[in-house]
């Protein structure tokens, strides 16, 4: 994996969160890169991988839902 690319999620534009959540290490939200959409993966923001894109994340009610009912907003 590659360190330049890797980030975490509370500073990725792919994470999308409840719209009146704070963006902290605990909050959890959706990640909404087309290729990691499929799976719904739920994710804390200090989580990350390297599909990582600078940017702010997205909000739509129903991300932190189990299983996440919001549509992504990019």
Do not use: Y
């Amino acid at each position: 994996m590659s360190t330049q690319s890797w980030g975490e999620c509370m500073h990725c534009e792919w994470w999308q969160i409840e719209p009146r959540a704070a963006i902290a290490e605990h909050t959890m939200g959706l990640c909404i890169e087309n290729e990691l959409l499929p799976f719904q993966l739920l994710m804390a923001g200090d989580s990350g991988c390297n599909h990582f894109s600078d940017g702010e994340p997205a909000r739509q009610a129903g991300s932190s839902e189990r299983p996440p009912v919001a549509k992504p907003q990019r």
